[in-house]
């Protein structure tokens, strides 16, 4: 078998043109939904992934995936197993090592019977993929109105030199069309492009993630109504991405779907599976968020929906300073409303959704841009000089930094009474510190020390 330590969850969907959507709710009259899984029993799942071996969490997440499953009405389940027949030795592979283990029937009648084939496989020969899927078009029985499903797990590509891409040549040929998705862990983009006559690839890069993607996987398979959401910019162009949604069930909250948008191979928003049977709230958590509520989906359909994202960027700088530790935050708000949009860091750059701002800069003093517009797709730039740093050297007693503007005291910053030395960055410009050393109780013992600060010097100042 060829070492390639991988794991895989490829999504098959073979389907005919009539089907109709299906929940738990709402039985699906057209015909059946038919799942066959087809596990992987080859000699490289015994190998180590995370804390365990890839056997033993493929297992367990197989068999959690069966108790989702085991009580829905008008679904049945098959199981095929590779590589768990013949012993792979060097220079020899059983490459027919492929068996139809549990035919296919409901799945309350096959729940236990493929949990306890799956609690029985030990791992020994070779991964014969392109044959497992030849095979499997014959698994499933005559049936026009049913909707069939090749669920395949597997820690590695095809070992037998034979072609799967062939293989979903040859079955589209028959007129049956297939949608997979292979979820691999690790896998270098060039294996993955050996799948692309396949389908879509999604990764995996640790346990909890697989068993994500496969749950995924799942609600794909039981439903086949589909979304798409256009996050549009200014030109109501799809173009917006990478940014999280939450869906919740509008009339009562509770939320239902959290996915990170994502803009596919060809260039299109995703697609998404949720149940139809709901009405949605949308929440698009951009800065600031865009919701939509009150949305409905057509059962049986690919529904898309429009949410007008436009947005820019805020790029935050400190002059002559690239470091991302400056302890220096901004407060966003929109323009002219008091409630905080968001807390950014100097030097860094965020998206925003396209209008006017207004930026509190919490430094010494603080600074102020207000009515700061974000244009679609554009960067705009905000900076501010470099700050200086003083060190204050004084013995126990009050102290507070002012900014002196002429001659009225601007009040900045308390300076810790119990700190013998504090550093403090600030803008350049001129200031004062009023101090009262700790043990005198004379008001007339007041020390006053003015001093100037450009940008990038360090002054060391003693009270």
Not at 105 to 114: D, L, T, W
Not at 118 to 133: D, H
Not at 421 to 437: A, D, E, H, W
Request: with cysteine.
């Amino acid at each position: 078998m060829k070492a390639y330590h991988i794991i895989l969850v490829t999504f098959l969907i073979i389907w005919t043109p009539t089907f109709s959507v299906f929940s738990q709710n709402d039985k699906q009259e057209d015909g059946k939904i038919r799942i066959l899984f087809i596990f992987d029993g080859s000699n490289s799942m015994n190998a180590q992934w995370e804390k365990s071996s890839k056997i033993a969490i493929a297992k367990k997440l197989m068999l959690q995936t069966l108790d989702s499953l085991k009580n829905l009405e008008n679904v049945d389940l098959a199981l095929r197993v590779y590589g768990h027949q013949t012993r792979i030795v060097p220079g020899n592979q059983d490459c027919s090592d492929t068996r139809l283990e549990i035919p296919f029937n409901s799945a309350k009648v096959n729940y236990s019977k493929i949990i306890n084939k799956i609690r029985s496989i030990e791992p020994k020969g070779t991964t014969p993929i392109a044959r497992s899927l030849q095979y499997s078009a014959n698994d499933f029985p005559e049936c026009k109105s049913c909707r069939n499903i090749i669920i395949l797990l597997t820690d590695g590509i095809e070992a037998c030199d034979e072609d799967p891409c062939a293989v979903s040549l040859a079955l589209k040929a028959k007129n049956i069309k297939l949608k997979p998705f292979v979820i691999g862990l690790g896998l270098d983009s060039s294996y993955m492009k050996q799948f692309d006559c396949i389908g879509e690839f999604l990764s995996a890069e640790s346990e909890d993630s697989f068993k994500s993607v496969l749950s995924f996987v799942i609600s794909q398979a039981l439903n086949n109504t589909t979304v798409q959401v256009n996050l549009n910019n200014i030109k109501k162009e799809p173009l917006e991405s990478d940014v999280t949604m939450s869906f919740y069930e509008s009339k009562s909250g509770r939320l239902m779907n959290t996915y990170m948008h994502t803009i596919n191979k060809d260039n299109n928003p995703d697609t998404l599976s949720l149940d139809p049977i709901y009405t949605y709230k949308l929440v698009v958590h951009t800065k600031p968020e865009v919701i939509l509520d009150n949305i409905k989906l057509i059962p049986g359909k690919h529904n898309t929906i429009e949410a007008n994202t436009p947005q820019g960027e805020l790029m935050l700088k400190v002059q002559g300073n690239r470091s991302l530790f400056t302890g220096i935050n901004c407060i966003v708000t929109q323009n002219k409303q008091s409630n905080t949009l968001n807390v950014q860091n100097m030097n860094t750059k965020e998206k925003y959704i396209v209008g006017n701002y207004d930026l509190e800069i919490l430094s010494i003093p603080r600074i102020y841009f207000d009515n700061v517009k974000i244009n679609q797709s554009k960067i705009t730039d905000i900076v501010i000089p470099a700050y200086g740093i003083v060190q204050i050297n004084k013995s126990i007693g009050p102290a507070a930094l002012f900014l002196n503007d002429n001659g009225k005291n601007t009040w900045l910053y308390d300076i810790d009474k119990n700190h013998g030395v504090t550093y403090l960055n600030i803008q350049p410009g001129k200031y004062k510190i009023s101090y009262r050393f700790g043990r005198s109780n004379n008001t007339a013992h007041t020390i006053i020390k003015e001093f100037k600060i450009n940008s990038g010097q360090k002054l060391n100042l003693t009270l």
